[in-house]
Each structure stands twice: as C-alpha cells, then as structure tokens.
C-alpha cells in the first residue's frame, strides 16, 4: 500500500517591494518637523492611503536614528493592534473605521520604504471630523 500524497501547503506570493511611483499624490494632509503626510491613491488599486515622505536632505546624521525608530515602533504597534485578543477573535485596541481598523491613538503603518532621496511611510487613511489624519508630521 502507498500512502497518499500530501496536498501541498498554499503559500501567498510575497509582495513585491513598493516604490514612490506606486502612488499618485492627491494633496497635502500636513507638514511637521520631519514630513509631510500626503493623500494617496495607490497606482494599482485606487484605494486612497496616507504617505509620510520624509527627505533625506533635510535629516541631520544624528536624526536618522529617529526616523528609523518611529519605523520600528509603529511597525510593532500595528502588527500588535492586528493580533487577535483572544476573545471571540476580536482585535486589541481596535475602534474601528473604513474596514482597516484603528486604534483610538496611533494610525496602522501598512508599510514603509525608502529611495535615495526620501524615506516613505504608507498608513491607513483616517477620516476624523470631516479631516484626514495620516499620522503624525
């Protein structure tokens, strides 16, 4: 006898490493001390988004470190917010909005890349009191 064949695991193809030109900039959500936070669509799916494009040129060496750990954190924060809690399947610190989830104090980064000239944050877009928040500036 012969044992049956094991069905293959289904793997996701990886997504393919995002680029400024995937994005078409609407407007301007605000400016801060280390970027300006863009409406977004994205070139492939329409869905509006909010960017952080912070310049490298405009970055002194010593607030790199910064940038990278704002990177660092709110990576953690919305891969934590994403986890489920454990009751009834529900998410941690979720209050809802547009399908994406937020919380009631940060906004989810998506994702994150850099170029030579910039470093780019991609978040859930944020309708609050008929503003857009994409995060802070």
């Known amino acids: 006898t012969s044992t049956p064949?094991?069905?293959r695991a289904r793997t996701r193809p990886r997504p393919r490493p995002r680029a400024a030109s995937d994005f078409r900039p609407l407007r301007?959500?605000?400016r801060g001390g280390h970027g300006t936070v863009f409406l977004?669509?994205?070139?492939?799916?329409?869905?509006?988004?909010?960017?952080?494009?912070?310049a490298k040129n405009g970055l002194r060496l010593r607030e790199y470190p910064a940038?990278?750990?704002e990177q660092a954190v709110a990576r953690a924060l919305s891969e934590d917010a994403a986890k489920p809690s454990g009751r009834g399947g529900k998410r941690?610190?979720?209050v809802g909005g547009e399908g994406e989830g937020r919380t009631g104090w940060f906004v989810p980064l998506l994702g994150s890349?850099?170029?030579?000239d910039n470093f780019y944050f991609v978040m859930v877009r944020?309708?609050?009191r008929n503003r857009h928040?994409?995060?802070?500036?």
Do not use: I, Q
């Open 126 to 128: 944020v309708l609050y």
């Open 5 to 7: 064949p094991r069905p």
């Open 28 to 30: 301007v959500l605000g």
């Open 67 to 69: 940038v990278c750990a």
């Open 113 to 116: 890349f850099e170029d030579t």
């Open 92 to 94: 941690d610190g979720r």
């Open 40 to 54: 977004v669509a994205d070139a492939h799916t329409g869905r509006r988004l909010a960017m952080k494009v912070v």
């Open 133 to 137: 928040f994409g995060g802070s500036g």
